[in-house]
Nanobody
Framework: QVQLVESGGGSVQAGGSLQLSCAAS????????MEWYRQVAGKERILVSF????????YYTDVVKGRFTVSRDDAKKMFYLQMTNLTTEDTAVYYC??????????????WGQGTQVIVSS
């Protein structure tokens, strides 16, 4: 079955860095757009970044531009979010998502279980 497993979250001081990883299994991975979301308790889940199926198109929400970098390794079926210069506003649970459509072999959107990021001042 399709599984997305995030890792790399943790506690860090403001100005620090973390790299989140998302390990995919149970589907082709290549050909599927991958997305990172984050959610603060009591608020809606928001899109932080995505990378296209080809790896040539990226998107970042304004508040993380210049600080976060998304990447993928199709051979390893891995998806990454490098986060630098973290602020307390980045504190959230981060989720990866695999998006159906195009050449992707998925028919549904799949979510990982999430990884907590806590940034302290």
């Amino acid at each position: 079955q399709v599984q997305l497993v995030e890792s790399g979250g943790g506690s860090v001081q403001a100005g620090g860095s973390l790299q989140l990883s998302c390990a995919a299994s149970g589907y082709a991975f290549a050909g599927c757009r991958m997305e990172w979301y984050r959610q603060v308790a009591g608020k809606e889940r928001i899109l932080v970044s995505f990378i296209s199926e080809s790896g040539s198109v990226w998107y970042y929400t304004d508040v993380v531009k210049g600080r976060f970098t998304v990447s993928r390794d199709d051979a390893k079926k891995m998806f990454y979010l490098q986060m630098t210069n973290l602020t307390t506003e980045d504190t959230a649970v981060y989720y990866c998502a695999a998006v159906p459509g195009g050449n992707c072999d998925l028919s549904l959107l799949y979510w990982g279980q999430g990884t907590q990021v806590i940034v302290s001042s």
